[in-house]
């Protein structure tokens, strides 16, 4: 076996440099902030005010025709609605699109595992392509999101219109974007799905936006139980 099919191919989050150069600590996986060194104060901003994550490594999988099998643990389809259980032991996230597509999101193994798991449903006659490279999620998490949310996104995105689980589509910041409200610890948090190459952008234009409302950049750590 050469040098090169014994290497690793490594995930990267199109934000590392940017997390590098503020010391974040990234996760065993790939490139994406756990921390940029005060968990408590993360979690503070969490609780308190928003804070914003670039959240990864995830495998995505563009999924059409055919569904994912509806009995647990697999989590079942619903249009516009997140639904959640497990494939292959790792929790997973059904996101129901349209009536006719929908995208499978759970946490990367490693950097094959989105592949290999198409290969495998696409064997099973579900029509399943590994687009874990094309997106990039940014979370908007606490109880001021909405407020964030709603001066770079033209959609309702009251708690009657969209309720936590719930998926809606428009231009934020105009780039086109997939939101999922997906609540963390009892407060409001959005998921934001946009093109790879976006993603600078969009993280500069929340930042920017959200500081007359405390925003801060989060990791993963400050979305977690303590």
């Known amino acids: ?119 495998r449903l696409d064997a099973q006659g579900i029509r399943a392509t590994d687009v874990s490279s094309y997106y990039a999620t940014l979370v908007l998490a606490g109880p001021r999101a909405r407020d964030v949310l709603e001066e770079v996104f033209p959609v309702d995105v009251s708690e009657r219109a969209v309720p936590d689980r719930a998926v809606v589509f428009g231009p934020l910041a105009r780039v086109t974007a997939t939101v999922a409200r997906l609540d963390v610890r009892s407060s409001p948090a959005f998921s934001v799905m946009i093109e790879r190459d976006h993603a600078d952008y969009v993280w500069d234009a929340l930042l920017r936006i959200g500081e007359r409302h405390g925003i801060e950049p989060v990791g993963a750590a400050a979305v977690t139980e303590d």
Request: proline share 8%.
């Open 1 to 119: 076996m050469s040098a090169l099919e014994r290497a690793a191919p490594i995930r990267r989050s199109p934000l590392a440099e940017w997390h590098r150069r503020r010391g974040s600590r990234s996760v065993a996986t790939g490139e994406w902030p756990v921390t940029y060194g005060d968990v408590h104060r993360e979690r503070r901003t969490v609780r308190e005010r928003v804070g914003l994550l670039d959240a990864g490594p995830f495998d995505r999988l563009a999924l059409a025709g055919a569904r994912l099998a509806a009995a647990p643990p697999a989590p079942p389809f619903a249009v516009a609605r997140v639904t959640d259980g497990s494939v292959d032991g790792r929790a997973a996230q059904l996101w129901g699109l349209t009536s006719e597509s929908s995208l499978l999101v759970l946490p990367g193994a490693d950097a094959r595992s989105a592949g290999a798991l198409a290969a």
